[in-house]
């Protein structure tokens, strides 16, 4: 090209830059940089970082990562013991946030925290889109990861061929799909369910139950769907009377409504949700006194902690009417936290020569974020990782494999620029538009939905007390319930095989490893001659 073509060339480049930026309704980078400087000239003013400053505690604390990694071996025996831990609705954003909060409540910045399963040496990514939805709910994403199949939204223990409400075909065993933890029951191995929500609800329900309706958790709900529920067995009558409900060994979180009957008045002077008049806590019993096992229900922490671990074999803990308190609102003289049922679950199983699964659910993050209140949210996040420390104390990571991960995720961001250390649950900074606070956590859409003010100005965040655990952070846009969002969810995981959980893979993928490193399924394990080793 001629010297004279490419000075036209470029000239006219240049001129359209700028006739751009000029236009009228384009986008123009001088509030970003305006936001910048603030952002720059508010971060050095706060406070001196010591060695964090230096170079050197940088590249040592990366040199001293690396070493650790280079040493970590990859175990490649046999898992005798499996423990899964799902928080649900923990987004990757939840546990940056989370951390913040432990590290803030211990007197720190915060952001350099760990999370106890931050430090697994192995972890990867989980896509997590249901059959027929790009965003999951805790029910199709709990037949993924529990049962190594895609459903679709809603349903439960089912494959895409089943509906929404669809009994018939609910009940048609070719569409049923069986969980790991039924795999592991059929291989001898003891199992366990313990969660913070009802027993019943979606995400522990995976582990036990086919149904076409995860709000079928007692027969009045499935009346209400129109359907039979003589058809239809419920979710609470599957866990006790079918398998492989009836055979797991220790059953730990709330939701005794679902098993009494309506005019029954429970152990805390509530009622039942039951329309059949069922019983199904003393069906439980029964089966268990039929069996000549020793078994203990208990409804209270104290009852919980005063077990015989060594001398029991069933345990049925339901500690509440519905899902049990948050953390931060609960009686911790009376209700188990979720590290206390934990340990209780692993002390229960342990015994087992034959080693066991267990399935651990920190529900409430769940719902924390659907009600927008990000304080409840990453607390029960904090208290999942604290369940989590106590299982890895509890085992050897030579033969259990721990794994860690959500269903979905949420639409809270952790955004703005924040100095560091700045309170998680306070402002951010001050928008250049319109000159008012944002804060650090907010929501894509729920209930804290802020309306403007009388003069159409967004709403001033900073007359509220943002240091009530209940405060509702800021939505764009109002639903009465925030969603989840259809962002790919961590992986974390120890022990044999963990290394496998590696890159990007299907939410499915997921069981079918834990399959695999245990000897249980039908599928390819390290046990049965066909394996590839590594």
Same mark, same amino acid.
């Given at each position: 090209?001629?010297?004279?073509?490419?000075?036209?060339?470029?000239?006219?480049?240049?001129?359209?830059?700028?006739?751009?930026?000029?236009?009228?309704?384009?986008?123009?980078?001088?509030?970003?940089?305006?936001?910048?400087?603030?952002?720059?000239?508010?971060?050095?003013?706060?406070?001196?970082?010591?060695?964090?400053?230096?170079?050197?505690?940088?590249?040592?604390?990366?040199?001293?990562?690396?070493?650790?990694?280079?040493?970590?071996?990859?175990?490649? =025996?046999?898992?005798?013991?499996?423990?899964?831990?799902?928080?649900?609705?923990?987004?990757?954003?939840?546990?940056?946030?989370?951390?913040?909060?432990?590290?803030?409540?211990?007197?720190?910045?915060?952001?350099?925290?760990?999370?106890?399963?931050?430090?697994?040496?192995?972890?990867?990514?989980?896509?997590?889109?249901?059959?027929?939805?790009?965003?999951?709910?805790?029910?199709?994403?709990?037949?993924?990861?529990?049962?190594?199949?895609?459903?679709?939204?809603?349903?439960?223990?089912?494959?895409?061929?089943?509906?929404?409400?669809?009994?018939?075909?609910?009940?048609?065993?070719?569409?049923?799909?069986?969980?790991?933890?039924?795999?592991?029951?059929?291989? =001898?191995?003891?199992?366990?369910?313990?969660?913070?929500?009802?027993?019943?609800?979606?995400?522990?329900?995976?582990?036990?139950?086919?149904?076409?309706?995860?709000?079928?958790?007692?027969?009045?709900?499935?009346?209400?769907?129109?359907?039979?529920?003589?058809?239809?067995?419920?979710?609470?009558?599957?866990?006790?009377?079918?398998?492989?409900?009836?055979?797991?060994?220790?059953?730990?979180?709330?939701?005794?409504?679902?098993?009494?009957?309506?005019?029954?008045?429970?152990?805390?002077?509530?009622?039942?949700?039951?329309?059949?008049?069922?019983?199904?806590?003393?069906?439980?019993?029964?089966?268990?006194?039929?069996?000549?096992?020793?078994?203990?229900?208990?409804?209270?922490?104290?009852?919980?902690?005063?077990?015989?671990?060594?001398?029991?074999?069933?345990?049925?803990?339901?500690?509440?009417?519905?899902?049990?308190?948050?953390?931060?609102?609960?009686?911790?003289?009376?209700?188990?936290?979720?590290?206390?049922?934990?340990?209780?679950?692993?002390?229960?199983?342990?015994?087992?020569?034959?080693?066991?699964?267990?399935?651990?659910?920190?529900?409430?993050?769940?719902?924390?974020?659907?009600?927008?209140?990000?304080?409840?949210?990453?607390?029960?996040?904090?208290?999942?990782?604290?369940?989590?420390?106590?299982?890895?104390?509890?085992?050897?990571?030579?033969?259990?494999?721990?794994?860690?991960?959500?269903?979905?995720?949420?639409?809270?961001?952790?955004?703005?620029?924040?100095?560091?250390?700045?309170?998680?649950?306070?402002?951010?900074?001050?928008?250049?538009?319109?000159?008012?606070?944002?804060?650090?956590?907010?929501?894509?859409?729920?209930?804290?939905?802020?309306?403007?003010?009388?003069?159409?100005?967004?709403?001033?965040?900073?007359?509220?007390?943002?240091?009530?655990?209940?405060?509702?952070?800021?939505?764009?846009?109002?639903?009465?319930?925030?969603?989840?969002? =259809?962002?790919?969810?961590?992986?974390?995981?120890?022990?044999?095989?963990?290394?496998?959980?590696?890159?990007?893979?299907?939410?499915?993928?997921?069981?079918?490893?834990?399959?695999?490193?245990?000897?249980?399924?039908?599928?390819?394990?390290?046990?049965?001659?066909?394996?590839?080793?590594?």
């Amino acid at each position: 090209m001629p010297a004279s073509a490419s000075r036209t060339s470029v000239l006219f480049v240049l001129a359209l830059v700028v006739t751009t930026w000029a236009r009228p309704g384009s986008q123009d980078f001088s509030d970003h940089d305006v936001d910048h400087q603030i952002h720059v000239r508010r971060s050095r003013s706060i406070r001196d970082y010591g060695e964090q400053e230096d170079s050197e505690f940088w590249v040592d604390g990366a040199q001293s990562t690396l070493n650790e990694k280079l040493k970590t071996p990859l175990l490649t =025996g046999q898992a005798k013991n499996v423990i899964m831990f799902l928080g649900d609705g923990l987004s990757i954003p939840t546990m940056a946030a989370a951390r913040a909060y432990l590290g803030q409540s211990q007197g720190q910045t915060g952001e350099e925290t760990v999370l106890s399963f931050e430090a697994f040496p192995h972890s990867g990514l989980s896509k997590t889109y249901c059959v027929d939805s790009q965003v999951a709910d805790s029910a199709c994403s709990a037949t993924a990861y529990l049962g190594g199949v895609k459903a679709n939204i809603g349903t439960i223990g089912v494959t895409g061929r089943v509906q929404v409400n669809d009994c018939a075909a609910m009940m048609n065993v070719s569409n049923q799909v069986t969980s790991i933890l039924k795999w592991s029951q059929d291989s =001898g191995k003891s199992t366990g369910v313990v969660t913070t929500t009802r027993v019943t609800h979606a995400s522990p329900a995976g582990a036990y139950a086919h149904i076409a309706n995860r709000d079928w958790e007692n027969d009045a709900a499935v009346r209400n769907s129109q359907q039979d529920s003589d058809v239809c067995n419920d979710i609470a009558e599957q866990l006790v009377k079918d398998l492989p409900g009836r055979d797991i060994k220790v059953i730990l979180g709330g939701g005794r409504k679902e098993f009494r009957p309506r005019n029954f008045t429970d152990e805390e002077g509530t009622s039942g949700s039951r329309e059949d008049n069922a019983d199904l806590i003393s069906a439980w019993k029964l089966d268990k006194e039929e069996r000549n096992a020793k078994y203990e229900y208990v409804w209270n922490k104290e009852q919980l902690l005063g077990i015989d671990y060594a001398n029991t074999e069933f345990v049925l803990g339901l500690f509440d009417r519905d899902h049990m308190e948050y953390h931060l609102l609960a009686d911790l003289e009376a209700d188990p936290t979720l590290e206390e049922m934990t340990r209780a679950a692993v002390q229960t199983l342990s015994k087992d020569p034959n080693g066991f699964f267990l399935f651990v659910e920190g529900g409430r993050i769940d719902q924390g974020h659907h009600a927008t209140k990000a304080h409840l949210a990453l607390d029960e996040a904090v208290e999942f990782a604290k369940a989590i420390q106590a299982a890895a104390d509890l085992t050897s990571e030579e033969d259990t494999l721990i794994v860690v991960t959500a269903d979905h995720a949420h639409t809270m961001t952790y955004n703005g620029y924040p100095t560091r250390g700045n309170d998680i649950f306070g402002i951010s900074g001050v928008s250049s538009v319109d000159s008012h606070p944002y804060s650090t956590l907010s929501y894509a859409n729920g209930p804290g939905y802020k309306h403007p003010d009388s003069d159409g100005d967004r709403y001033d965040i900073s007359k509220d007390n943002m240091a009530d655990v209940d405060y509702e952070y800021p939505a764009t846009v109002p639903l009465s319930s925030e969603t989840h969002g =259809g962002d790919d969810v961590a992986v974390f995981a120890r022990g044999p095989w963990s290394h496998l959980y590696a890159g990007s893979f299907e939410q499915n993928f997921i069981p079918h490893v834990m399959a695999y490193a245990s000897c249980v399924g039908s599928g390819l394990t390290v046990c049965n001659g066909r394996q590839k080793i590594v």
